[in-house]
Nanobody, 120 residues
Framework: QVQLVESGGGLVQAGGSLRLSCAAS????????MGWYRQAPGKERELVAR???????NYADSVKGRFTISGDNAKNTVALQMNSLKPEDTAVYYC??????????????WGQGTQVTVSS
């Protein structure tokens, strides 16, 4: 079994910062990528940032220069540092991981989500 748990969401004023964290646990053999997605009311879930095990990253154009994703392979964790937050960043943020579990195959897993609200 694999579980992803997010933390760090909250309410912040525009221009402020938040740091989200996600920890993967369970019968994990390997993780080849982890990322953050977000979903605002009435919108589709979208990729915010992703990092692969070898360190390369990918960001949505809307967050480039403001958000930074980082990972710790030894701890199976990923973090998202969010700076210069804007009201349009308000959404539920979900952690995602591409995981190889013991006795299984590569599969995607999702956390329960953490709310980020940015006030103007």
């Amino acid at each position: 079994q694999v579980q992803l748990v997010e933390s760090g969401g909250g309410l912040v004023q525009a221009g402020g910062s938040l740091r989200l964290s996600c920890a993967a646990s369970g019968s994990i053999l390997s993780i080849r990528s982890m990322g953050w997605y977000r979903q605002a009311p009435g919108k589709e879930r979208e990729l915010v940032a992703r990092i692969i095990s070898r360190g390369s990253t990918n960001y949505a154009d809307s967050v480039k220069g403001r958000f930074t994703i980082s990972g710790d392979n030894a701890k199976n964790t990923v973090a998202l540092q969010m700076n210069s937050l804007k009201p349009e960043d308000t959404a539920v943020y979900y952690c995602n991981a591409d995981v190889l579990a013991y006795g299984s195959h590569w599969s995607g897993y999702w956390g329960q989500g953490t709310q980020v609200t940015v006030s103007s």
